[in-house]
T-cell receptor, first 114, second 113 residues
Framework: SQTIHQWPATLVQPVGSPLSLECTVE??????LYWYRQAAGRGLQLLFY??????ISSEVPQNLSASRPQDRQFILSSKKLLLSDSGFYLC?????????????FGSGTRLTVV | SQQGEEDPQALSIQEGENATMNCSYK?????LQWYRQNSGRGLVHLIL?????REKHSGRLRVTLDTSKKSSSLLITASRAADTASYFC?????????????FGTGTKLQVIP
């Protein structure tokens, strides 16, 4: 069966420090991968999605970047964190871009920038 | 406002009562899906309903879709304390030649034992 792993679960980082969040998927090949951010009490905002190795689409301009070095690995990064980068980050995968393929989410990373 | 908006934003009910949450959207959609999120956790898929369907059931969950009103509702019958969570609707729609999936802002449900 397919599983998705996301780590770390919580992270406290100082302003100006770098960031690297990792997400890996097991049990499937060539998944569509997504990074979402959820502000407190809000819905999910799509940050990046990837349909293949090295293919990254950005939905919103921001201080973050994403990379997909391997088929089932998706990394969210920043060179210098801002206070506004605090939030709950969720990785997800699907077999296709349509909802009918089903989106499976990781357990999330709570990032606090201090 | 967002493509998907749920109301109410928060709902508090007694265990055993039914809970109804609504989702409205703006553009034509292909599919609508309801998700549940326990506090501080990822989202879990509940039910998918396609644009040509009007109602779907899964256990104590009932989802309806009214494409003429661009709205959907999620009914949880005989609620339990364990149903306490936030519930989100998500829609996928054609946008600029590709599929765009949008999540609503969610309804926070509290079921009081």
């Amino acid at each position: 069966s397919q599983t998705i792993h996301q780590w770390p679960a919580t992270l406290v980082q100082p302003v100006g420090s770098p960031l690297s969040l990792e997400c890996t998927v097991e049990g499937t090949s060539n998944p569509n991968l997504y990074w979402y951010r959820q502000a407190a009490g809000r819905g999910l905002q799509l940050l990046f999605y990837s349909v293949g190795i090295g293919q990254i689409s950005s939905e919103v301009p921001q201080n973050l970047s994403a990379s997909r070095p391997q088929d089932r690995q998706f990394i969210l990064s920043s060179k210098k964190l801002l206070l506004s980068d605090s939030g709950f980050y969720l990785c997800a995968w699907s077999a296709g871009l349509y909802l009918r393929y089903g989106y499976t989410f990781g357990s999330g990373t709570r990032l606090t920038v201090v | 406002s967002q493509q998907g908006e749920e109301d109410p934003q928060a709902l508090s009910i007694q265990e055993g009562e039914n809970a109804t949450m609504n989702c409205s959207y703006k553009t034509s959609i292909n599919n609508l899906q309801w998700y549940r999120q326990n506090s501080g956790r990822g989202l879990v898929h509940l039910i998918l309903i396609r644009s040509n369907e009007r109602e779907k059931h899964s256990g104590r969950l009932r989802v309806t879709l009214d494409t003429s009103k661009k709205s959907s509702s999620l009914l949880i019958t005989a609620s339990r304390a364990a149903d306490t969570a936030s519930y989100f609707c998500a829609t996928d729609a054609n946008s600029g030649g590709y599929q765009k999936v949008t999540f609503g802002t969610g309804t926070k449900l509290q079921v009081i034992p």
